[in-house]
């Protein structure tokens, strides 16, 4: 017996919306973040430029710490 699954139908990816933080956006894009990943996929956020700045942030405060643990 063939059981036929319903699978449900993929959204087309709206890039109006910032897939982080779901609000209504005009500035959605991919930006490279300050990371330093060796895939460098994972260097890009597609998110707003609020989301985007708040990352920055985020990951500045990391290498901060990084950094002072260095040194
Ligand atoms: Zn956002």
Redesign the pocket.
């Known amino acids: 017996m063939v059981v036929f699954i319903s699978c449900a139908q993929s959204t087309p990816v709206d890039l109006t919306i ?6 209504h ?1 005009s500035d959605i894009a991919s930006r490279r973040l300050n990371t330093n990943y060796c895939d460098d996929r994972l260097n890009f956020q597609t ?2 430029g ?2 985007y700045d708040r990352s920055i942030e985020y990951y500045q405060d990391l290498w901060d710490e990084y950094n002072r643990s260095r040194f």
């Open positions: 910032c897939p982080l933080c779901d609000r956006s998110s707003c609020e989301c």
